[in-house]
């Protein structure tokens, strides 16, 4: 199975400054359509998971534009440009090149 | 309004048996694949299982391969995970998660919906 590894797992992020997490595949996350299938979710305290980012840097509807997707091959990276409040939760990157459909352990990002 | 509600999740002793449904709502439910994640307390998210629109292609985790089985019924906007031989560490939130047509089921689930829970304990 693909592994994947986020870093940090906690995210202390003071109000207004950006936010940064990495999230690295154990194999190559190239498909052979060509796309790379990597998706990241937010997970707010007490809710559902969200489907924030896919293949990369795509923003689903409604995701604010400060959220915002970049990488390739193994290594990835989702990046908050302005935190809010309203962002405090557990972000998790996931695969879907390779069966099973395997995700990072999730990074918690909380208000200092 | 697309919806998707879970149901049918319990305390059942270990060895035992339990049956997940999830009622889809707002869309066409037979055009889209479906999975099963779960999150055990305070842990996170691990996919269970995918079942296409056809129900012609079937996948599992290995750690549920061989005791769980998913299964649809298009007619009745219905997704079912048929949980046998339970485990302790089959106790988390089961969460019913649509994937998405544009990018199909490696793009990652678009719906969700709010989880069941089911507790294997003696």
């Known amino acids: 199975d693909v592994v994947m590894t986020q870093s940090p797992l906690s995210l202390p992020v003071t109000l207004g400054q950006p936010a940064s997490i990495s999230c690295r595949s154990s194999q190559s996350l190239v498909y052979s359509d060509g796309n790379t299938y990597l998706n990241w979710f937010q997970q707010r305290p007490g809710q559902s998971p969200r489907r924030l980012i896919y293949?990369?840097?795509n923003r689903d509807s409604g995701v604010p534009d400060r959220f915002s997707g970049s990488g390739s091959g193994t290594d990835f990276t989702l990046k908050i440009s302005r935190v809010e409040a309203e962002d405090v939760g557990v972000y998790y990157c996931?695969?879907?090149?390779?069966?099973?459909?395997?995700f990072g352990q999730g990074t918690k990002v909380e208000i200092k | 309004e697309v919806q998707l509600v879970e149901s049918g999740g319990g305390l059942v002793q270990p060895g035992g048996s339990l049956r997940l449904s999830c009622a889809a709502s707002?869309?066409?439910?037979?055009?889209?694949?479906m999975n099963w994640v779960r999150q055990a307390p305070g842990k996170g998210l691990e996919w269970v299982s995918y079942i296409s629109s056809s129900s012609s292609t079937i996948y599992y985790a290995d750690s549920v391969k061989g005791r769980f089985t998913i299964s649809r019924d298009n007619a009745k906007n219905s997704l079912y995970l048929q949980m046998n031989s339970l485990r302790d560490e089959d106790t988390a939130v089961y969460y019913c998660?649509?994937?998405?047509?544009?990018?199909?089921?490696?793009?990652?689930?678009?719906?969700w919906g709010q989880g069941t829970t089911v507790t294997v304990s003696s």
């Open positions: 996931m695969q879907g090149t390779h069966w099973p459909k395997t």
């Open positions: 998660a649509r994937d998405p047509i544009y990018g199909g089921p490696r793009s990652g689930m678009d719906v």
């Open positions: 707002g869309f066409t439910f037979s055009s889209y694949s």
């Open positions: 293949k990369v840097s």
